[in-house]
């Protein structure tokens, strides 16, 4: 059962990008890309991880403690980062499309004008 | 396409993409079990060799701190990017003053009770950022994370009912000169390693005794210009989200 915590990993991808697929709503489908690219932090976590190790701080944990990998960790914020960058950005078009068309749902807006 | 065509071409992909990833999944080391040796190299060297008790600030602002100014400035980027999709149209109008409510919406008075908690929680709120972005070297946080509570106790004015008072303490001049400091800020600090005579980011000042706010060398300084640079850029994106519901009119 070892491979069931990275299963839940392509489970949050694939539900994500299920609601993507189907969503009639932009606002809806950027909190869609949210849960499919929360599956890329839980995978890189529990790549790092260590049965019984601790977080990568040593303020208060002796140094030589069983910690977990800090490098997929500094991964994940970065990674955390752009998920923000790219929800305000996405955010920012259903923004205008709902000025231009009137509406939120995807299937309304087909025909791009500049 | 039919909406029923739609989730067939996506459900037969997506159950090949599934045994795929189940199957390459059974190949990774299991669950529990990190092979290493990158996490561990720098779990045993971060205190000794940068004199920091965190060793994922140590890989963010030094190990690959080239890397994390490359992600500031995918933050930098799309801050632009948002003002510039948010920009006045044509045939609309920015209003004088800035109404109650939105158009079209009947917001109901904030309730007292509200108010107080969130303009009570501001002051709070900034020194816990100030908190986390100074002990980012020690503790975990740093300046992303407390760059985003920077921006929060902003918020909290707006949420208390107050979008007037908002828009006088954030003032868009200030938070764009905060914006370009706290970026540009990273690339000097890059810079001064070079006219200390090493490479570029490399962590040339004293470290100091581990475990003291004064200490890691350039991590601190680092993780402060990231803290601003945060701070101001998502508050710039609220800004103009909230200019945009209540202050532009077609």
């Not at chain 1, 991808?13 to 932090?41: E, K, P």
């Not at chain 2, 020194?127 to 100074?134: C, G």
């Not at chain 2, 570029?200 to 890691?216: D, I, M, R, Y």
Request: hydrophobic content about 50%; aromatic content about 10%; overall charge neutral.
């Amino acid at each position: 059962m070892d491979v069931m915590p990275f299963v839940l990993a392509g489970w949050l991808f694939l539900i994500g990008l299920y609601g993507i697929v189907t969503s009639r709503n932009f606002i809806h489908l950027v909190m869609c890309l949210g849960v499919l690219q929360a599956s890329t932090y839980v995978l890189l976590l529990e790549i790092g991880y260590k049965a019984g190790g601790t977080a990568p701080i040593f303020f208060d944990a002796h140094p030589g403690a069983k910690a977990v990998d800090p490098v997929v960790q500094a991964l994940t914020l970065t990674d955390v980062v752009v998920g923000v960058t790219v929800a305000a950005l996405l955010m920012a078009l259903a923004l205008q499309t709902h000025k231009r068309t009137g509406s939120l749902d995807p299937a309304d807006a087909r025909i791009m004008a500049g | 396409m039919t909406e029923r065509g739609r989730i067939w071409l996506f459900a037969v992909p997506a159950v090949a993409v599934g045994v795929l990833l189940v199957w390459s999944f059974a190949g990774l080391p299991s669950f529990g079990h990190y092979r290493g040796p990158y996490g561990n190299v720098i779990n045993a060297n971060a205190i000794p060799q940068r004199h920091t008790t965190n060793a994922v600030a140590a890989v963010n602002f030094d190990y690959r701190g080239f890397d994390t100014i490359g992600e500031e400035y995918i933050l930098f980027a799309s801050v632009i990017g948002v003002s510039a999709l948010l920009r006045l149209q044509r045939r609309e109008r920015e209003l004088p003053q800035p109404p109650d409510h939105a158009p079209r919406q009947r917001a109901p008075e904030t309730a007292d009770s509200v108010t107080v908690i969130c303009m009570g929680l501001v002051a709070p709120l900034v020194l816990l950022s100030l908190y986390i972005v100074v002990h980012g070297h020690l503790t975990p946080g740093g300046g992303f994370q407390g760059g985003v509570i920077l921006a929060s106790a902003f918020l909290m004015v707006y949420l208390a009912g107050r979008y007037v008072t908002f828009r006088q303490l954030s003032p868009k001049s200030l938070l764009d000169a905060g914006e370009g400091l706290g970026a540009g800020g990273f690339v000097l600090v890059g810079f001064a390693g070079m006219l200390a005579g090493a490479a570029f980011l490399e962590n040339v000042l004293p470290l100091g005794q581990t475990g003291k706010v004064f200490s890691a060398g350039t991590l601190p300084i680092i993780n402060l210009s990231v803290g601003l640079e945060v701070g101001t850029g998502l508050l710039l994106v609220m800004w103009e989200f909230l200019e945009q519901a209540l202050m532009v009119r077609a």
